[in-house]
């Protein structure tokens, strides 16, 4: 199985340890949906995250994985980025 970075949403929960995440990929589709959201390294706001090239956070391909398939810490995203990724999410989910 391939490592993949991916956006931890929330920490363990459960009995059996299981995380929610947003898929990120290097490959940047031509057209981003409104659930998209480009991680470029270059931009300050982004240099945390310690990705190597821009990707795209894919806020609609959420899936929840065992908190032992976690293998290790890459980065984080800033205070800016994180309210936009909870405003991507509450209108995608609609709450």
Do not use: C, N, W
């Amino acid at each position: 199985m391939k490592l993949r970075p991916v956006l931890l949403l929330t920490g363990t929960l459960g009995s059996v340890p299981e995380v929610l995440v947003a898929y990120i990929s290097s490959v940047v589709p031509a057209q981003l949906l409104p659930s998209d959201m480009l991680l470029d390294p270059g931009k300050p706001e982004f240099r945390s995250t310690h990705l190597k090239v821009i990707s795209a956070l894919r806020m609609h391909k959420l899936a929840t994985i065992h908190g032992s398939s976690l293998a290790r810490y890459l980065g984080a995203i800033e205070p800016s980025a994180q309210e936009t990724v909870a405003r991507k999410l509450r209108d995608l989910l609609k709450l």
